[in-house]
C-alpha cells in the first residue's frame, strides 16, 4: 500500500515520503501548513488513490476527545424509562458510535483498512490531543456502559491537521510522523493551476502569480493570500475576462489588483493596500 499522488493533487515527493512512511510505521500523520495548503484536501486523495473508505472528523473549539470514541445520551434513556419505552432495557440504544469507533468497525466488519482525518485538531482544548493517546497508540478504547473494549483489528491511516493556532503536547507528537507542507514555489503552484485549470493560458498564469507572490512579500500583511485563495481569483480572472495589462498595472506595492476580494480577507490588509495605493499615486503626480 503506498501513496504515489493522485491526478487531482499535486504531492512534493517529501509530501509522499512522508504519508507512506506514516503508513509504513502505523502511526499517524500530523501535517501542518498555512491555512489553504492543502493539509485536509491530503486525506481526501489519500482516500481516493489507495481505494479505501473515507471517515472525517472536523475538530471544533467545543469538541471533546470522547466523542471520538462514543456518546450516552443518559437523557434519553431516562426520558424512555419514564414512559416504559422498551428500549431501556439495553444501553447500547443509547450509544452514539464517534469517528474513531467508525474506523475500527471498519476494519473489523469490512476486514480492511480506512482513512481517519482528525482536521484541524489544534482548535479544541489543549488537552484534546493529550486525552486520545492511549487511544491511537493501541487503537482501542473501553464502553464503560457496556463494559466492552473496542479494538480494531486493522489500525486505520490516520492524518491529522493542524494550522498551528497552539501548540501540541510533547507526548503526543511523539506518537505522530510529522510533516510541514511549505508554501508552493512558483513551479509547484504552476503545475497545482494546471490541475485545476487544464490549458490555461501561460501568461495569464504568469502574471497572475507575479502579482501573488508579491503581494505575500508585503510588509505588515496580517493575513497572507493561500493556494486556495490563488485559484478562486484565478477563477474569477477568467470568469470575468480580465484584462492581462490591469493586472500588470496594479501592481500590488502600489495599487489593489483586481477583484482583490478573493485574496485579501479582512480590512486591515484591505486598509494597508490602500495606503500604499494612495502613497504611490502622491509620489507619480510629485
Not at 20 to 42: F, S, W
Not at 52 to 67: D, F
Not at 121 to 142: C, G, H, S, T, V
Amino acid at each position: 500500500m503506498k501513496f504515489t499522488g493522485s491526478d487531482n493533487y499535486v504531492a512534493t515527493d517529501d509530501l509522499r515520503v512522508a504519508v507512506n512512511a506514516a503508513i509504513k510505521l502505523e502511526r499517524p500523520l500530523l501535517v501542518k501548513g498555512e491555512p489553504g495548503t492543502g493539509k485536509t484536501v491530503l486525506a481526501i486523495e489519500i482516500a481516493k488513490s489507495l481505494g479505501l473508505p473515507l471517515i472525517e472528523w472536523h475538530v471544533k473549539s467545543t469538541t471533546k476527545a470522547v466523542q471520538g470514541l462514543y456518546e450516552y445520551d443518559a437523557v434519553s434513556r431516562l426520558r424512555d424509562s419514564q414512559l416504559g419505552d422498551e428500549r431501556v432495557k439495553d444501553v447500547k440504544n443509547y450509544i452514539k458510535k464517534g469517528k474513531l469507533w467508525e474506523a475500527f468497525d471498519h476494519a473489523n466488519q469490512h476486514g480492511g483498512r480506512c482513512v481517519l482525518l482528525i482536521d484541524e485538531i489544534d482548535k479544541a482544548d489543549i488537552e484534546f490531543p493529550n486525552d486520545l493517546l492511549q487511544e491511537l497508540d493501541r487503537m482501542e478504547f473501553f464502553v464503560y456502559e457496556t463494559g466492552e473494549t473496542v479494538k480494531a483489528t486493522q489500525r486505520p491511516i490516520v492524518i491529522i491537521t493542524s494550522n498551528n493556532e497552539k501548540e501540541l503536547p510533547d507526548a503526543f507528537l511523539r506518537r505522530c510522523f510529522f510533516h510541514y507542507i511549505k508554501f508552493p514555489d512558483d513551479e509547484t503552484m504552476k503545475e497545482i493551476i494546471e490541475v485545476h485549470f487544464p490549458g490555461i493560458k501561460k501568461r495569464l498564469v504568469s502574471t497572475a502569480l507575479s502579482t501573488f507572490y508579491d503581494m505575500r512579500k508585503v510588509p505588515g500583511l496580517k493575513k497572507k493570500p493561500s493556494t486556495s485563495e490563488l485559484l478562486d481569483w484565478l477563477k474569477l480572472l477568467l470568469s470575468d475576462d480580465i484584462d492581462l495589462e490591469a493586472i500588470k498595472e496594479n501592481n500590488p506595492t502600489k495599487l489593489i489588483p483586481p477583484l482583490h476580494g478573493a485574496l485579501l480577507k479582512n480590512e486591515q490588509d484591505v486598509q494597508l493596500f490602500e495606503r500604499l495605493a494612495f502613497l504611490s499615486r502622491r509620489e507619480t503626480r510629485g
